[in-house]
């Protein structure tokens, strides 16, 4: 079993549009938990984290954790052309662990 | 800005000629890693330094060698490159226990 599993997709959807993005993993030691934005043919960049469970909010963009479902979500809201990216999620143990990222098209 | 720059961005190799990969850092982070990340797979961890304690992955085939001459620059080095090691290379720092790492751009090898 992967540590960390995430749909590939890949998923599109129009301007506007909320996108619900998704991890699940299996080891209940992870603490920390991020979501990074990759633009093609570039290196990704973290859009947001999250210590233990719960959500966190960023203009658009909200990161929930629930540890006992070991499930994570990236929520974005009013999407726009510009967040058409490969989202990775990724989480803390004793190393880092990403998944093999969703891609993202949002279409104007 | 501070920022993790890797040159080249794109390289082409033969079939069995070395290539090294260079980093620098400006962010002074103690922590530098190196990924190799395929399409549409998650970045594979082949190597990270904690300054200069350097800690190899179990199963990175030893064709990847790792340098660290100080603080600011990583190299990794390919000694006999093969068509299945074409990938994307990030280079990545973080502080030590750091949750974040800060990516760079990459460098697109091509093996011919």
């Known amino acids: 079993q992967k540590e960390v599993e995430q749909d590939p997709g890949p998923l599109s959807v129009p301007e506007g549009a909320i996108v619900s993005l998704n991890c699940t993993y299996s080891n209940s030691a992870f603490q920390y938990f991020m979501w990074y934005r990759q633009y093609s043919r570039k290196g990704p960049e973290l859009l947001m984290y999250?210590?233990?469970?719960g959500n966190k909010e960023d203009g658009r963009f909200t990161a929930q954790v629930d540890k006992s479902s070991k499930y994570i979500s990236l929520f974005i809201r009013d999407s726009q052309p510009s967040d058409s990216a490969t989202y990775l999620c990724?989480?803390?143990?004793?190393?880092?662990?990403f998944g093999t990222g969703t891609s993202l098209t949002v279409i104007p | 800005d501070a920022m993790v720059i890797q040159n080249p961005r794109y390289q082409v190799t033969q079939f069995g000629k070395p290539v090294t990969l260079s980093c620098s850092q400006t962010?002074?982070?103690?922590?530098m890693y190196w990924y190799q990340q395929k399409s549409s797979q998650a970045p594979k961890l082949l190597f990270h330094y904690y300054d200069k304690d350097f800690n190899n992955e179990a199963d990175t085939p030893d064709n990847f060698q790792s340098r660290r001459p100080n603080t600011s620059f990583c190299f990794l080095d390919i000694r006999s490159p093969g068509l299945g090691d074409a990938a994307m290379y990030l280079c990545a720092t973080s502080h030590p226990g750091g949750y974040e790492q800060y990516f760079g751009p990459g460098t697109r090898l091509t093996v011919t």
């Open positions: 999250t210590y233990s469970s």
């Open positions: 990724a989480m803390e143990g004793n190393q880092f662990y």
């Open positions: 962010l002074n982070h103690n922590v």
